[in-house]
Structure formats: structure tokens, C-alpha cells
């Protein structure tokens, strides 16, 4: 198994541009995330989601969309980048967000964003 | 509401050290508590977690951790530092029924000959 997969690994933008980041797991896990990690502030929640066709926002949705059309798949989408947004994004999955909670979350490599 | 708190965001022990990595948590019904290792330019990895089994919890690398309900803590101990431990730690916490993790702001350890 690849595990959690991101790419790209490193993204410059101009403020203003668009991108996807892609993100996709081969566990047939029914939870997957979007985490930002900024220095000093720890990882935080963006986005959600507890399986196919379903999502939530996490603590700081505000500039970022996702969709889940597939299992495996969990894109992260900025419409419009700004340079608060230069950060490095995790997407992470686990069996099941529906109960518990305790399940271990598997963490991709990241995507290194700088926004210009 | 759920959070983490991480005292010391640098640690410095010297090899074959005690390795102490503090953490409080704050919830309001019983959390499952994790902490997990990031090494430079690479995502996080599961150390261990508490998960109402054992309140000593033991977890890869020779790290373990005590749940202390009294105190609200669930700190990172391991007896003797490796220079292979140098890395940064997390704290962080799911309650309730959602895998939302909160984390805490991370512990930078360094480990000196």
C-alpha cells in the first residue's frame, strides 16, 4: 500500500491563482482530512470528511473548498490564493470518523505552498 | 470544546537523557489522547495513543505516556534519549464522536552528545 499520497510537494502561487491539492489513500478509508501547519500554531483542522459525498468544515474553512466524489480521493481546492495561505498542507484519513474517534489518523508527506 | 496545551516549545536534553515532553488537555467528555512525531520535511507519525484501555500507554521507539485524569495531563516520557529522537512532538486530543484532532502547538526536541 502507498498509504496517504500528496502531491505536489511544493507549489509556488501568485496571490489571486487557483489550485487543487490532491490528495488520495489506497486503505479504503471512510475519513479523510485537510490539516494547515503554520509555525508556532500546530497543525489545524480545514475540512472533513466522513465518507463519499460528504463534508464538514474544520476550524479554519474560510478560502479553501473540498468534494469527495470517491473514497480515495480528497481534493483541497483554493479559489482565489493569498499569502495568509502560505503554509504546509496534511491530508490525513483513518477506518472511520462516524463513531469513536480513536482511530489512528495516517498522515500524507505534505504539500509545501508558498502564495507570492 | 476541546484543546492542547504543550509547555516548552524547545526541550534540549543531552543522550541517554530523560526525555520529558509535557501535555495538558482540556474536554468535556472523555478524550482519546495521541502524541505523534514529525521529522524534518516529513508528515506526522503515530507514537502512541490512550484510549481508555490502559492509562499507561506504551508506544513505538521506546516512548510511553500516563493518562492522569487528576491532572488533566498525558505527558511523553522515555528513559534514555537516542540522537534518532531529535524531531518535533504533537499533543492531541479527539472527544465525543468525530476523528477531529486538535492539536497542540508541538514540542521541538534536541538531543546534544
Known amino acids: 500500500n502507498a498509504g496517504v499520497t500528496q502531491t505536489p510537494k511544493f507549489q509556488v502561487l501568485k496571490t489571486g491563482q487557483s489550485m487543487t491539492l490532491q490528495c488520495a489513500q489506497d486503505?479504503?478509508?471512510?475519513?479523510m482530512s485537510w490539516y494547515r501547519q503554520d509555525p508556532g500554531m500546530g497543525l489545524r483542522l480545514i475540512h472533513y470528511?466522513?465518507?463519499?459525498?460528504?463534508?464538514d468544515q474544520g476550524e479554519v474553512p474560510n478560502g479553501y473548498n473540498v468534494s469527495r466524489s470517491t473514497t480515495e480521493d480528497f481534493p483541497l481546492r483554493l479559489l482565489s490564493a493569498a499569502p495568509s495561505q502560505t503554509s504546509v498542507y496534511f491530508c490525513?484519513?483513518?477506518?472511520?470518523?462516524?463513531?469513536?474517534?480513536?482511530?489512528?489518523?495516517?498522515f500524507g508527506p505534505g504539500t509545501r505552498l508558498l502564495v507570492l | 470544546a476541546q484543546s492542547v496545551t504543550q509547555l516548552g516549545s524547545h526541550v534540549s536534553v543531552s543522550e541517554g537523557a530523560l526525555v520529558l515532553l509535557r501535555c495538558n488537555y482540556s474536554s468535556s467528555v472523555p478524550p482519546y489522547l495521541f502524541w505523534y512525531v514529525q521529522y524534518p520535511n516529513q508528515g506526522l507519525q503515530l507514537l502512541l495513543k490512550?484510549?481508555?484501555?490502559?492509562?499507561l500507554v506504551k508506544g513505538i521507539n521506546g516512548f510511553e505516556a500516563e493518562f492522569k485524569k487528576s491532572e488533566t495531563s498525558f505527558h511523553l516520557t522515555k528513559p534514555s534519549a537516542h540522537m534518532s529522537d531529535a524531531a518535533e512532538y504533537f499533543c492531541?486530543?479527539?472527544?465525543?464522536?468525530?476523528?477531529?484532532?486538535?492539536f497542540g502547538t508541538g514540542t521541538r526536541l534536541q538531543v546534544t552528545l
Open positions: 490525513a484519513s483513518s477506518t472511520s470518523g462516524r463513531v469513536g474517534g480513536q482511530e489512528t489518523q495516517y
Open positions: 492531541a486530543v479527539t472527544s465525543g464522536t468525530a476523528s477531529k484532532l486538535t
Open positions: 470528511s466522513v465518507g463519499a459525498g460528504i463534508t
Open positions: 490512550y484510549t481508555s484501555a490502559a492509562t
Open positions: 486503505m479504503n478509508h471512510e475519513y
